[in-house]
């Protein structure tokens, strides 16, 4: 079944039962963003019976503030990766099926080192994709915006990163095309992608338009899946 739902950090400056209550008088479908009070396992530790009363369904952004999963320092990819294990299990408990994850950054102060950084991600993504069987979560790791720090930009090094594992993909239109891969991300991943994030842009940034203020052609796009 195909919903549409919101999702914004922002909302994550508000408490959590406040928020919900506001979002349920416009949508049907949540997607955390779990930062500050909305972190999945603050979350589910306070609010388990407020979501299992909800006649909401949910879904879960994990963390991306101080997190990067592709570090080539591994004392902080490996907490970097620990916490993304316990949004999922947080997710686990809260009975939400669906986690998106970003493949995280290259390192910022040494030069070519992008393949290095990738390397850190794939094996990043062994972990989470043993921690989605485990919980019977569908993770899915989003294509990044057209920033030359971020990994995922392309479809081909998206694909990269997945590679050898049964991780889903959330693929971000607004995102896609900022550097011209909405075809290819559709190509590429197809049956594979688990969720949407839609918004417009003009194709210079990542903007976070709404749809119709930028030149994202949707009609055609949508023809393709």
């Known amino acids: 079944m195909n919903v549409i739902g919101v999702s ?10 406040e928020m919900c209550q506001h ?7 949540w997607e955390i963003f779990s930062e500050l009070s909305h972190f999945g396992p603050l979350v589910a530790e306070r609010y388990t019976p407020l979501i299992e009363s909800s006649d909401m369904t949910f879904s879960l952004h994990t963390g991306i503030a101080d997190i990067n999963i592709a570090s080539t320092n591994e004392s902080i990819r490996r907490a970097s990766v620990g916490n993304v294990l316990s949004e ?6 809260l009975g939400i099926d669906t986690v998106t ?22 094996r990043s993504m062994k972990e989470f994709d043993r921690a989605a069987s485990e919980y019977g979560l569908h993770a899915c790791i989003e294509n990044m915006p057209s920033f030359p720090v971020m990994l995922g930009i392309q479809a081909d090094e998206l694909a990269s990163i997945v590679d050898g594992t049964d991780l889903d993909i959330c693929f971000d239109i607004g995102h896609a095309n900022t550097s011209g891969q909405i075809d290819a991300m559709i190509d590429t ?37």
Do not use: Y
Request: aromatic share 8%.
């Open 101 to 122: 994850i970003h493949p995280g950054i290259i390192n910022l102060a040494v030069h070519d080192t992008r393949e290095i950084s990738l390397e850190a991600a794939r």
């Open 23 to 29: 979002i349920s008088g416009h949508f049907r479908h």
């Open 189 to 225: 991943f197809g049956d594979r992608i688990r969720n949407i994030h839609i918004h417009d842009n003009l194709g210079d940034r990542d903007a976070h338009l709404t749809i119709g203020d930028g030149n994202i052609d949707f009609a055609g796009s949508s023809s393709s899946f």
């Open 88 to 93: 999922m299990e947080s997710a686990h408990r």
């Open 8 to 17: 914004c950090p922002e909302f994550s400056k508000t408490p959590f039962d």
